[in-house]
């Protein structure tokens, strides 16, 4: 007999036999109109009964999870007591309940899964996930547009934020650190859209980038050093390219005795220090007023004596404020923007000082990076949807109106083989001039990092099993195979 079967016999009031044959699985009855009929009507009498109990907001989540699952066991034993369910109907029926009373509903199963990097919700029927760098669309489905705008109104409420037809569209965080993106009519026109990208668990080091082989132990070593130096480094790559992740990689290398500023439109970064203040944009209310950007926040942080100021993205007029910070005392700045080259991110440092509107001259606002910016790292999202550390960038002065750079490490491509990316990371041969600012700290770098010739390795502890390691050192032969000028790999890279 069907779940709809027995769900119409109970509301007749007739009792139905049931056979272990004739009743269904968990998975037979997974998004049917039945059980989601079912689930609707007993989630109704729950909020009924949250409604009428106004000692519920006494209880802990734990204690109310524990209470909703007591009622909907109760409500199973009288009010649908002809609706026979087996355990993992019942099991499941009870979970997703305390996810929609509790959680964020159809979510809350991609945001258990480790493997999700991102979740993209184009209205109630279309759930896509990103696993890998790949897109796949999932049978996540929510019931209609209220239930989609429903999930987002519970998310930005609890970060203080709103979303409505006067703000229809809002930037939020779940208490994980994951970053949300919410915008609804009449700005979209197909319904209420989600974009969530999830934080990263185990991305708080550089040993983690390094089992990823998003960069090499040399490049490991020389980034640790100079944030240890106070350098100041830029963080530049596209959309998805990994800067938030080597951001925080990053700050865990400050030492614990210096006090640090965060500024974020919404915070993300978990630092691992103990001597950290975080602050956060706040956007207009509902009169149009009350507004703190970034740019108000680096200017109060100046006054808060920080040894070290750490922006989210650098997007608009605080970025002139924060190159003088740079410029006055407050070395060792970490910051991302949004760029394709070291190159691109001088040019968009140069137009978004211009954002403040104090009308300087292009060299000076070019002196002042070049006098601010030690260091631009390029991270990429590669065509396999790995993200790698493409560039590791000097800025050496001026020459003329022109910034000098020079590049100190470089990831190549070396070509593709079954959907994977092939290349390797390499020192380019120029001895960086940070390595006289690293002596001046008591910090030494072995100088044969920066050798032409030296293979650079991947050695990590989180390599867990023998063929990613065998993977690796597979790609770091590239470069040998390649110097041979009869090998048809070369032959074939050429054509």
């Known amino acids: 007999m069907s779940l709809r079967d027995r769900l119409n016999a109970a509301n007749k009031n007739i009792t139905v036999p049931a056979s272990s044959s004739e009743t269904p699985s968990a998975a037979s009855g997974y998004g049917t109109n039945d059980f989601l009929s079912l689930k ?88 896509y996930i990103e696993k890998n760098g790949k897109l796949y669309k999932t049978s996540v489905s929510f019931k209609d547009n209220q239930h989609l705008r429903n999930i987002i109104e519970r998310i930005v409420s609890k970060v203080g934020r709103r979303i409505d037809e006067k703000s229809p569209m809002v930037d939020a965080r779940l208490a994980d650190g994951s970053r949300v993106n ?193 260091l631009i790292i390029q991270v990429s999202r590669l065509q396999d949807g790995s993200r790698k550390i493409t560039s590791v960038t000097e800025l050496i002065g001026m020459e003329g109106n022109v910034i000098s750079m020079q590049d100190i490490f470089l990831f190549e491509q070396t070509g593709i083989e079954n959907s994977r990316v092939l290349g390797y990371h390499h020192s380019t041969g120029i001895r960086p001039k940070f390595v006289e600012k690293l002596k001046e700290k008591n910090l030494n770098i072995p100088l044969e990092y920066f050798n032409k010739e030296r293979k650079h390795t991947y050695t990590s502890s989180l390599f867990t099993n023998q063929a990613q390691q065998a993977q690796i050192n597979k790609d770091l032969s590239i470069k040998s195979r390649l110097t041979v000028s009869n090998n048809p790999l070369t032959q074939r890279l050429q054509k």
């Open 40 to 127: 609707e009507q007993l989630h109704g009498l729950l909020v009924e009964k949250v409604n009428s109990t106004p000692t519920w907001v006494n209880y802990d989540d734990e204690q109310q999870k524990e209470l909703i699952k007591q009622f909907i066991e109760g409500q199973l034993l009288t009010s649908f007591k002809n609706v026979p369910l087996n355990k993992s109907e019942k099991d499941r029926l009870i979970k997703e309940i305390i996810q929609e009373a509790k959680g964020y509903g159809p979510l809350d199963p991609l945001l258990e899964d480790p493997s999700v990097s991102d979740i993209l919700v184009n209205g109630p029927k279309s759930v």
């Open 182 to 374: 919410a915008i609804i009519p009449p700005l979209a026109l197909d319904g209420p859209s989600l974009s969530i990208r999830k934080f990263k668990q185990d991305a708080g080091s550089l040993e983690s980038l390094l089992g990823w082989g998003a960069l090499t132990k040399e490049i490991s070593d020389t980034l640790s050093l100079a944030v240890k130096a106070r350098l100041n480094i830029i963080i530049s790559g596209g959309t998805g390219a990994g800067k938030t992740t080597l951001l925080n990689s990053l700050s865990s290398q400050i030492p614990n005795d210096e006090r640090i500023i965060t500024i974020e439109d919404s915070a993300e970064l978990a630092l691992q220090q103990e001597h950290v203040v975080r602050l956060e944009t706040r956007p207009a209310n509902i009169e149009g007023t009350g507004q703190i950007n970034a740019r108000d926040l680096v200017i109060n942080a100046l006054r808060m004596r920080p040894d070290r100021i750490i922006i989210g993205e650098c997007r608009g007029a605080e970025t002139l404020d924060m190159l003088q910070a740079m410029n006055t005392g407050h070395d060792g700045s970490l910051t991302t923007l949004h760029a394709n080259s070291p190159r691109d991110a001088l040019s968009r440092l140069e137009t978004m000082s211009l954002y403040s509107g104090i009308d300087l001259p292009e060299k000076n606002i070019k002196a002042q990076i070049s006098s601010a910016i030690d």
